[in-house]
């Protein structure tokens, strides 16, 4: 039987795509002040943006337990699976990535290989489907762990946020890094390098924030055919924009538009808009 491949519920793959590619996913957890639920499952971006909207409720998010990719990667190996490949988001944005690399040893690290995307959102989610494709076409651990990890080297990502507040808030971000948006009418810009939330720019309008997200991913995506998707909390206008712009500007192979999940949205914020550029190898 073909490599099971496992991901988180930050990787905001398509309605549908994960349980028609057989891509296993466990979930991470998301508090709104007394509720507790799975994302994806329990908890939705609605239902996060309700709670953002109430500044008297605590939200917060927590990473799955090593027990439950235990479980979930002996599952697989249980129903016939030569082995595991498991991606997840950035080790340097949650302790998920820890949680499957101690599950996987308790497992068998010769059974499963975990791998970090540094990204996350559909910058873990392309290196997920390059993964399922590997291991659909008969690879072996070993060559469905380099697919998955190859997008990952390829990957950028910048965004843009209303606030820096929330990122600081949940040590995503220094109280340094978030200095850098707090003046008034500043609209922040920041990629991911290296797996960490590192400031990138200013600029003053949303706008103008939209404008540089287009003119930075065609500069990253270069000549040739690109995988892209567009995120957004809250701002689907704003992000189908975005998306049309860069369909006109790029050789497109690949274009998804979507709403964060409510893990991400808890640590971003109302108004995100972000794009993940993956140039072809």
């Known amino acids: 039987m073909p490599v099971a491949v496992v991901t988180d519920s930050t990787s905001y793959l398509p309605f549908g795509v994960a349980e028609d590619r057989g891509i296993r996913i466990v979930p991470l957890e998301v508090r709104l002040g007394e509720r507790v639920g799975r994302e994806g499952v329990d908890v939705d971006a609605a239902a996060l943006r309700v709670a953002l909207a109430d500044r008297r409720l605590d939200v917060q998010t927590s990473r799955p337990t090593p027990a439950e990719f235990a479980a979930c990667y002996r599952t697989a190996l249980d129903a016939g699976a030569d082995g595991v490949v498991s991606v997840h988001l950035s080790r340097e944005l949650s302790g998920t990535w820890d949680a499957a690399r101690v599950a996987a040893e308790e497992v068998g690290a010769d059974r499963v290989r975990v791998v970090d995307s540094r990204a996350a959102g559909m ?159």
């Open 123 to 281: 910058g873990l989610g392309y290196a997920v489907l390059a993964a399922a494709d590997a291991a659909v076409a008969g690879s072996d651990g070993a060559a469905v762990e380099a697919a998955a990890a190859d997008v990952a080297a390829r990957c950028r990502m910048f965004f843009s946020v209303d606030t820096l507040d929330r990122l600081r808030r949940g040590g995503r971000i220094g109280t340094a890094a978030a200095l850098f948006g707090t003046a008034l009418a500043v609209k922040p810009l920041l990629h991911v390098a290296q797996g960490k939330i590192v400031p990138l720019e200013k600029v003053r309008t949303t706008a103008r924030a939209a404008q540089r997200l287009v003119e930075l991913a065609v500069k990253a995506a270069g000549d040739g055919p690109v995988d892209l998707a567009v995120h957004h909390l809250g701002a689907a206008g704003r992000a189908e924009d975005v998306a049309a712009r860069l369909r006109e500007r790029l050789d497109v192979a690949r274009l998804l538009v979507s709403e964060v999940g409510a893990v991400i949205g808890a640590h971003v914020g109302t108004g995100l808009l972000a794009v993940v550029v993956v140039p072809k190898g």
